[in-house]
C-alpha cells in the first residue's frame, strides 16, 4: 500500500460548482497533514495545513479523519484560477520527512 | 525573503553522461530536501539533509545518484551516469527546523532533465 493515496483525477466542474477531493495515508502515527498546489510546470506551493479539528480559509475547507486515516479538501464556488494539480502531503517516519501523493488535477470550465 | 534558488532550469543529456544540479535553499533554513517529480506523478523523497548532516536517503539510487550540503547551506545532486529513467524534474525544497512552519515545505522552481 502506498503512503499516500489520491484519485488522479481528472475532475472537470463548471465555474461555481462544489468539488471535494480526498487523499487516504497508511501510516496511524502521521501527525502533520497539508493540501499544496501545483500549477501546470511549476512547482508545489503550500495552499493549507490541515488540522484535526478541520479548518478553512475562504473557499477551501480541509478535513482530518484520523480514525479512517484520511483527509478532504472541499473547493466551494470554483474559480476558472482554481484549475490545478492538488498534492495531499503527509508525514511519515519522522515529523520533517513528508510524502506526497501523486496529486488530484481539476480543471475549471468557463 | 528570497525563495529557492535552484540552477539549471533545464538540461538535456544522452544516457550514461553525468549531470549535476544546484541548490541555494531560504537563508536560516536548516532543513534542505531533493524530491524527484516525474511527470504524471507527485514529487518523490530522495533525501533529507539537517544543516549538513544526512536525515533520510532511503529512497536515494546511490549506485548512480549523490547528493552533498558540505557547508550546510547549498546543495549538490548529482547523477552519474544517467539513465533514460531518469527524466523528470528536481525539486529542491527547504524548511524551518523547529517552530512554526517547520513542516512547510518552499520548493525552488525546479530543475527539468531529459534523458536521450
Known amino acids: 500500500r502506498k503512503e499516500v493515496e489520491q484519485d488522479p483525477g481528472p475532475f472537470n466542474v463548471p465555474e461555481g460548482a462544489t468539488v471535494a477531493f480526498n487523499c487516504t495515508y497508511s501510516?496511524?502515527?502521521?501527525?502533520?497533514f497539508f493540501w499544496y498546489r501545483q500549477d501546470c510546470r511549476k512547482e508545489p506551493k503550500l495552499l493549507m495545513s490541515?488540522?484535526?479539528s478541520g479548518n478553512e480559509d475562504g473557499r477551501f475547507t480541509a478535513q482530518l479523519n484520523r480514525a479512517s486515516q484520511y483527509i478532504s479538501l472541499l473547493i466551494r464556488d470554483s474559480k476558472l484560477s482554481d484549475s490545478a494539480t492538488y498534492l495531499c502531503v503527509v508525514n511519515f517516519r519522522s515529523a520533517n520527512n513528508l510524502f506526497f501523493g501523486t496529486g488530484t488535477r481539476l480543471t475549471v470550465i468557463p | 525573503e528570497a525563495g529557492v534558488a535552484q540552477s539549471p532550469r533545464y538540461k538535456i543529456i544522452e544516457k550514461r553522461q553525468s549531470v549535476a544540479f544546484w541548490c541555494n535553499p531560504i537563508s536560516g533554513h536548516a532543513t534542505l530536501y531533493w524530491y524527484q517529480q516525474i511527470l504524471g506523478q507527485g514529487p518523490k523523497l530522495l533525501i533529507q539533509f539537517q544543516n549538513n548532516g544526512v536525515v533520510d536517503d532511503s529512497q536515494l539510487p546511490k549506485d548512480r545518484f549523490s547528493a552533498e550540503r558540505l557547508k550546510g547551506v547549498d546543495s549538490t545532486l548529482k547523477i552519474q551516469p544517467a539513465k533514460l529513467e531518469d527524466s523528470a524534474v528536481y525539486l529542491c525544497?527547504?524548511?524551518?527546523?523547529?517552530?512554526?512552519?517547520?513542516?512547510?515545505?518552499?520548493f525552488g522552481a525546479g530543475s527539468r532533465l531529459t534523458v536521450l
Open positions: 525544497a527547504s524548511s524551518r527546523k523547529q517552530g512554526s512552519g517547520a513542516n512547510v515545505l518552499t
Open positions: 501510516n496511524s502515527a502521521s501527525q502533520s
Open positions: 490541515v488540522y484535526s
